[in-house]
């Protein structure tokens, strides 16, 4: 039994930023990987950001890339995702997951979820 809970979501302009994080808590694990994703009204849940906690590999979206930064709190399961330059196609629904191997993860097939946080960016 695992809890995630995202916090830090908001309304901001375009240009601006905020500062996500997610706290998991219960089940403790010798390994695992955490991410990032996000869905609009309408569209598919899309993949954000993962990171490997041991050694700290990352893997980002080719359209958040360079704009976002996922990182490892000091907290074990907890993370981090820094949103910069933030555009109103950013508009959505953020989730954090958390599981054992870093690809089930990615592929958004992660067993525990959060129930998201909302993050608006206009234009």
């Known amino acids: 039994q695992v809890q995630l809970v995202e916090s830090g979501g908001g309304s901001v302009q375009a240009g601006g930023s905020l500062r996500l994080s997610c706290a998991a808590s219960?089940?403790?694990?010798?390994?695992?990987?955490m991410g990032w994703f996000r869905q609009a009204p309408g569209k598919e849940r899309e993949f954000v950001a993962a990171i490997i906690w041991s050694g700290g590999f990352t893997l980002y979206a080719d359209s958040v890339k360079g704009r976002f930064t996922i990182s490892r709190a000091n907290a074990k399961m907890t993370v981090n995702l820094q949103m910069n330059s933030l555009k109103p196609e950013d508009t959505a629904v953020y989730y954090c997951?958390?599981?054992?191997?870093?690809?089930?993860?990615?592929?958004?097939?992660?067993?525990?979820w959060g129930k998201g946080t909302l993050v608006n960016v206009s234009s």
């Open positions: 997951a958390i599981d054992s191997l870093f690809a089930t993860v990615v592929a958004g097939k992660a067993n525990y």
């Open positions: 219960g089940r403790t694990f010798s390994s695992y990987a």
